[in-house]
């Protein structure tokens, strides 16, 4: 009566003739509502219950217990069971219909939320992303610009890298160290020149710090 019923509503049904082949199609496939009796042979529709709750695949599908135990304790124990919605027979059919579309709605109207909040979700990652990059490129800006304030240039005795002892090339006699010019466009790209001079008069010499290389100037 109940599968008339809602094959002429459009309602596709899957019919099961025990608890064992209900519980097999609903794990293998999935279902928008499981509707179940309590009285089943192989598993009955409270054991039924208690073992979709427990699987994740079904865990969230809404389950509807028809039955014809109309004391409260039974309807607590399919509740208890993980029942959403307990109906007592004699139950009319449009009645099944109507509790069937209500939970249809609203596993849709759940899935919709999750849809939207993934997308709100995955937007909220791409803005905080943007945002910190944004940042990283604002601190790395400022700090070149500290640094190229901060950063002093030009001559000095007091060199930040000690000014090596070095041998004139022509006259192997030792260089009279004279002064440093510091240059460079920020403290992390900075260069250092020595400049020496001979006492035998073979002239003016540099070193660069960062090529090791000693030239006449």
Same mark, same amino acid.
């Given at each position: 009566?109940?599968?008339?019923?809602?094959?002429?509503?459009?309602?596709?049904? %899957?019919?099961? /003739?025990?608890? $064992?082949?209900?519980?097999?199609? #609903?794990?293998? &496939? *999935?279902?928008? !509502?499981?509707?179940?009796?309590?009285?089943?042979?192989?598993?009955?529709?409270?054991?039924?219950?208690?073992?979709?709750?427990?699987?994740?695949?079904?865990?969230?599908?809404?389950?509807?217990?028809?039955?014809?135990?109309?004391?409260?304790?039974?309807?607590?124990?399919?509740?208890?069971?993980?029942?959403?919605?307990?109906?007592?027979?004699?139950?009319?059919?449009?009645?099944?219909?109507? %509790?069937?579309? /209500?939970?249809? $709605?609203?596993?849709?109207?759940? #899935?919709?939320? &999750? *849809?939207?909040? !993934?997308?709100?979700?995955?937007?909220?990652?791409?803005?905080?992303?943007?945002?910190?990059?944004?940042?990283?490129?604002?601190?790395?800006?400022?700090?070149?610009?500290?640094?190229?304030?901060?950063?002093?240039?030009?001559?000095?005795?007091?060199?930040?890298?000690?000014?090596?002892?070095?041998?004139?090339?022509?006259?192997?006699?030792?260089?009279?160290?004279?002064?440093?010019?510091?240059?460079?466009?920020?403290?992390?790209? $900075?260069?250092?020149?020595?400049?020496?001079?001979?006492?035998?008069?073979?002239?003016?010499?540099?070193?660069?710090?960062?090529?090791?290389?000693?030239?006449?100037?």
């Amino acid at each position: 009566m109940y599968r008339e019923h809602f094959n002429a509503a459009g309602v596709v049904i %899957e019919q099961a /003739h025990d608890g $064992r082949e209900a519980l097999a199609n #609903a794990l293998a &496939r *999935s279902h928008d !509502v499981i509707v179940t009796e309590t009285r089943l042979l192989g598993i009955n529709g409270y054991d039924l219950c208690h073992l979709l709750r427990g699987d994740p695949a079904t865990q969230s599908t809404p389950i509807i217990v028809l039955t014809a135990d109309a004391l409260s304790r039974d309807v607590e124990r399919a509740r208890h069971s993980g029942a959403d919605s307990v109906l007592v027979k004699p139950c009319l059919p449009g009645v099944l219909l109507r %509790e069937v579309q /209500h939970f249809h $709605r609203l596993r849709q109207q759940s #899935a919709d939320l &999750r *849809s939207r909040a !993934v997308a709100l979700k995955d937007r909220s990652a791409q803005e905080i992303a943007r945002s910190e990059r944004l940042k990283q490129a604002i601190g790395q800006q400022l700090e070149r610009r500290i640094m190229s304030k901060t950063f002093a240039r030009g001559h000095t005795t007091s060199p930040p890298a000690a000014a090596p002892h070095l041998l004139c090339p022509s006259c192997d006699q030792p260089l009279m160290y004279r002064y440093s010019q510091i240059g460079g466009v920020s403290e992390r790209h $900075r260069e250092q020149w020595d400049y020496y001079e001979c006492a035998k008069g073979c002239g003016t010499f540099q070193y660069r710090e960062r090529t090791r290389k000693l030239r006449r100037v």
